[in-house]
Nanobody
């Protein structure tokens, strides 16, 4: 499975971005998916999870109410809508397949993209 993230960039605090993660290589609808992020000098942290049919979603505590994960299985793409961006959201954002057993744990995910940089200025 190959995952390619896009949509990152430089944005002012309070702004919005929509990140995309396009998948190829295997049947997309078979995978649960997650988004993680990693800020400089910090560990990679869980952001959001979506089940293979989109019916179940979970969010990290720091992003609840501002981030929305969704997917379009016909387009083999998962999205992360980010609203009301804060400087502390600055990080590289990664998508990954898996999370079916422990959606918050990095080691429960199999394939990872290369990440997309999000930088929020104050």
């Amino acid at each position: 499975v190959q995952l390619v993230e896009s949509g990152g960039g430089l944005v002012q605090a309070g702004g919005s971005l929509r990140l995309s993660c396009a998948a190829s290589g295997r049947t997309f609808s078979c995978f649960d998916l997650g988004w993680f992020r990693q800020a400089p000098g910090k560990e990679r942290e869980f952001v959001a999870f979506i089940s293979r049919n989109g019916g179940v979603t979970y969010y990290g505590d720091s992003v609840k109410g501002r981030f929305t994960i969704s997917r379009d299985n016909a387009k083999n793409t998962v999205y992360l809508q980010i609203n009301n961006l804060k400087p502390e959201d600055t990080a590289v954002y990664y998508c990954a397949t898996g999370g079916s057993s422990h959606y918050r744990r990095l080691d429960d995910y199999d394939y990872w993209g290369q990440g997309t940089q999000v930088t929020v200025s104050s």
